[in-house]
């Protein structure tokens, strides 16, 4: 059972703009921890998206966004894509599970 | 650019240990953090634990009394030993990288499924 909730799945057409939540809790988000996003496409490893907070890596599209306030972080797509259809996790540390880390629950983000 | 290569038996019976390790090329692993994480068929991520190249670790409380991660810096691999597995440790193991200065985890291996059966 994962300690940061997601929304188990959202949809939009081609050049909407789509928004996942990540929620979590006074010992993880709340705490200070940073959080990632990973991108996973069918049958691949997840691919890093968003590192502390709202940093993009090199080579990922500014399409892609992140925020935190409080206990919850967001990731933000906008102009959707084809090929953004894929699986979402957000991931961060919980000082309630001795610093380990821990993974969000996962969002299947469906382009109509 | 830095890559991962997990390896080991794909098939472990119950109640044995899994051994996997990662190797990393292109790259060293020395000043780094090395993970390993799981994802049983058709569900999500598992943070399993890391080690520092000083062979400091971290593990997840629910996994902790059967794991144990190492490295051998010498060799450039890092490895995973989880003890008295069940059906319930099916899945894809996956090492990566773990910077300080992030804790994200920026590069990945492909990922390598495991399969606890008798």
């Known amino acids: 059972q994962s300690v940061l909730t997601q929304p188990p799945s959202v949809s939009g057409a081609p050049g909407q703009r789509v928004t996942i939540s990540c929620t979590g809790s006074s010992s993880n988000i709340g705490a200070g921890y940073d959080v990632n996003w990973y991108q996973q496409l069918p049958g691949t490893a997840p691919k890093l998206l968003i590192y502390?907070?709202?940093n993009r890596p090199s080579g990922v599209p500014d399409r892609f966004s992140g925020s935190k306030s409080g206990t919850s972080a967001s990731l933000a797509i906008t102009g959707l894509q084809a090929e953004d259809e894929a699986d979402y996790y957000c991931?961060?540390?919980?000082?309630?599970?001795?610093?380990?880390?821990?993974f969000g629950t996962g969002t299947k983000v469906t382009v109509l | 650019q830095v890559q991962l290569q997990e390896s080991g038996p794909g098939l472990v019976k119950p109640s044995e240990t899994l051994s996997l390790t990662c190797t990393v090329s292109?790259?060293?692993?020395?000043?780094?953090?090395w993970s390993w994480i799981r994802q049983p068929p058709g569900k999500g991520l598992e943070w399993i634990g890391y080690?520092?190249?000083?062979?400091?670790?971290n593990y997840n409380p629910s996994l902790k009394s059967r794991v144990t991660i190492s490295v051998e810096t010498s060799k450039n691999q890092f490895s995973l030993k989880l003890s008295s597995v069940s059906a319930a440790d099916t899945a894809v193991y996956y090492c990566?990288?773990?910077?300080?200065?992030?804790?994200?985890?920026?590069?990945w291996g492909q990922g390598t499924l495991v399969t606890v059966s008798s």
């Open positions: 991931q961060s540390y919980d000082s309630s599970l001795s610093g380990s880390g821990v």
């Open positions: 080690i520092f190249d000083s062979g400091s670790t």
């Open positions: 990566a990288r773990t910077p300080y200065s992030t804790s994200s985890h920026d590069y």
């Open positions: 292109g790259g060293s692993i020395r000043n780094y953090y």
């Open positions: 502390g907070n709202s």
